[in-house]
């Protein structure tokens, strides 16, 4: 055998397997069955040979599932500290805003319709030009003209003939109604109509004096009995005729009315109730001629 065949490495066919990290392998250990078989040696007298462990691939997966951990632990934190930031604004430059263009006055605008084409405008105001061409000539007699008159003055006076409100001077809104045939002195709201009208009538027991009949009752006349004024049926009697007759005298701007059968006696009106009282024309109560209402 030469020096090659006795080497402690086999040879085989001229290759040799790779050496052990710890040195030289025996060919029992370095060679299987099948190489020996293809150099054409014998097989049988040779154990069992278990192939060389291969190298191990746990360490690549190791080192890749550290990393696959790694990067999935950054992108869990990166979240948690930027997911709830806001987004920021792009950074850019914005525009600097237009200049402010200066006021330009704009022209006033009328609300009137414009003037179609054509039409002349006045060149005066027409309200202020006195129109003549259009008025009609006067003429000698037109139509009369009304010269401004104004109302006559109430007379006071009983004047015989005349239907008339009798009233005191210096009271107003009050006058003489007929009131459930009693003479009364009140507000002119009682006494519209005819219970506060009353037609003077020469007097019936004197020609120079008056009497009054009541509008309302014709044929009643006021007449004092028991020193009271009262509205009565008219009766042919003296007592009567003198107790509905009257003669005024002048006092205190109005008529004091005396009784003709009670020459010292005149007629006072005293909480609206109007009597027969003893006084002279001075201290008597002044009467006067209303309007009716």
Known sequence: MTKADNSE??????????????????????????????????TQHLPALQPLPGRSRRPLLVLAGATALAV?????????????????????????????????????????PSTPAGDVLPTRDIRKVRVETTSRPAQASATPSRTATTAPAADPAFTVGRTVGVGVTGLTGQRLRNRDFVARIEADSAAKGLTGQFLVRQGLADSGCVS?????????????????????????????????????????GGFALRSVNYPDHHLLVAAGQVRLVRSTAAQATPFRALSPI
């Open 9 to 42: 490495t086999l040879r085989i066919g001229g290759w040799i397997p790779p050496y052990a990290s710890g040195g030289t392998e025996s060919a029992s250990t370095t060679a299987g069955p099948d190489a020996l078989r293809l150099a054409g040696l014998p």
């Open 72 to 112: 999935l632990g950054y992108g869990i934190a990166a979240f948690v500290a930027f997911g709830d930031e806001p987004p920021r604004p792009p950074e850019f430059a914005l525009p600097a805003p237009p200049l402010a263009s200066p006021a330009v006055e704009s022209p006033p605008v009328s609300l009137y």
């Open 212 to 252: 009054f009949e009541s509008a309302e009752y014709p044929g009643f006349y006021l007449r004092h009995r028991n020193f009271v004024l009262l509205v009565e049926r008219g009766e042919p009697t003296a007592l009567y005729l003198s107790d509905a007759t009257f003669c005024p005298a002048a006092s205190g």
